[in-house]
């Protein structure tokens, strides 16, 4: 993954600037990266938002979304709805991370303007983790919380009870890594994944002592605040740190919390490969987008979850400027990706094109000519504001910065 390094230097991409946004569409070949450049007319607005005086993690009052409790093999689960399935179009189903809850993880970004044109297609589904949602009881004394490998066993019973043809997954951290394991045991229920700040790897002994000290020095919110957030944001961005740290502390009981962080940081490795690199190799099956800002904690961890991915299966979405919520602090970013990763699965074709799709539309137009017989990227328009299709005919991973 040396190019991808190499791209990401301060010497490979010098002229980036605040005013203007290139995103950078990258295929890895086989003796070496070819690489096809886009630039905006226009820059992306910046969705870096002030808390001050205001709380953007609670939910406006919102009569058509439902909350059920879910009976399954390991508990109950906490879910909320908005709509009903749509003929054989998949849910988006949500799961958070750690230290949070759907409000919490999910609120911005499912809240933000252009979000709306995508969700009005779709039945959303939010999952909360067992006893993380806001004002749940707390867990009994001596109460054995579920594994992660558990908590991504209860899911086919929320899928079943509301009848889900299958689903498409937006998950964060531990929510990532849930999903991915779901998608791993029971692959016909799941067409695509959003995978953010995702580590496939499990505690070794110097990450659990480091854990175990801090939690011994910290508050919980404070720990697990360092998971979340890079520590750039814990230095600079006062308004988001002290905002969620007083969300986490009182929006979600601390002996669950507790419970659910633990549990997390005994996960063990996430068991996939890449085709091809061992016998019997296993991994995801389905479309994956990987989403990681560049000063985000999880770096490490997204990029080694992208050598284990099928490379024709998979795009990589790495946002500047960002830190370890690119859904609460970059969402119109988020969106947009969002939007042209279920476009690439052949969903919202009709969708309004924005002046990035515009832009790719050309640069990808132009690249083809000079292409050759490598496999590329395919986009049919049909007007100026309109996406036809989007496919991907690709043998390594899309990768893209923004």
């Not at 906490?78 to 230290?99: E, F, Q, S, W």
């Not at 991504?152 to 509301?162: I, K």
């Not at 770096?299 to 284990?308: D, I, L, R």
Request: charged letters at 20%.
């Amino acid at each position: 993954f040396v190019h991808w390094r190499q791209r990401c230097s301060p010497a490979a991409t010098p002229d980036r600037d605040k005013s203007k946004r290139r995103f950078d569409w990258h295929r890895l070949e086989m003796a070496g990266l070819q690489e096809i450049r886009m630039t905006e007319e226009k820059p992306l607005l910046r969705e870096q938002m002030s808390m001050e005086n205001c709380d953007v993690f609670l939910p406006p009052v919102d009569s058509n979304w439902q909350e059920h409790d879910i009976e399954t093999p390991y508990g109950m689960l906490h879910v909320v709805i908005r709509g009903a399935p749509k003929g054989n179009r998949p849910a988006i189903l949500t799961y958070h991370d750690v230290g949070m809850n759907h409000k919490l993880c999910f609120n911005t970004f499912f809240n933000f303007e252009d979000m709306q044109e995508i969700t009005k297609h779709f039945v959303v589904c939010h999952v909360d983790a067992p006893g993380q949602q806001t004002n749940a009881s707390q867990f009994p004394a001596g109460y054995q919380f579920p594994t992660m490998d558990q908590l991504a066993a209860m899911l086919p019973s929320v899928v079943q009870h509301f009848g889900f043809k299958s689903i498409v997954g937006i998950g964060v951290g531990a929510g990532a890594y849930v999903l991915a394991k779901f998608a791993l045991i029971f692959p016909d229920m799941v067409e695509g994944m959003v995978l953010l700040n995702i580590d496939p790897c499990g505690k070794g002994w110097i990450d659990w002592a480091a854990t175990k000290l801090s939690g011994l020095t910290s508050s919980l919110p404070d720990t697990v605040l360092s998971h979340l957030c890079s520590q750039e944001e814990l230095m600079n961005n006062t308004e988001l740190v002290q905002s969620l740290r007083q969300q986490i502390g009182a929006n979600i009981n601390q002996s669950n919390l507790q419970l659910f962080w633990n549990m997390y940081n005994s996960r063990r490795d996430l068991e996939m490969n890449r085709p091809g690199s061992v016998a019997n190799a296993k991994t995801l099956q389905c479309p994956v987008m990987l989403v990681v800002g560049d000063n985000a904690p999880a770096e490490e961890g997204v990029v080694e979850c992208n050598s284990k991915l099928d490379p024709t299966q998979t795009t990589f979405l790495k946002m500047a400027d960002c830190g370890g919520l690119p859904q609460i602090t970059q969402p119109g970013k988020l969106t947009e990706a969002f939007k042209y990763f279920l476009q690439g699965m052949g969903y919202m074709a009709s969708a309004s094109m924005t002046r990035l799709a515009r832009s790719r539309t050309a640069s990808l137009t132009s690249a083809s000519s000079v292409d050759g017989q490598r496999p590329r990227i395919c986009t049919q328009t049909n007007s100026s504001d309109s996406v036809g299709q989007v496919t991907q005919n690709m043998s390594h991973t899309m990768e893209v910065s923004c």
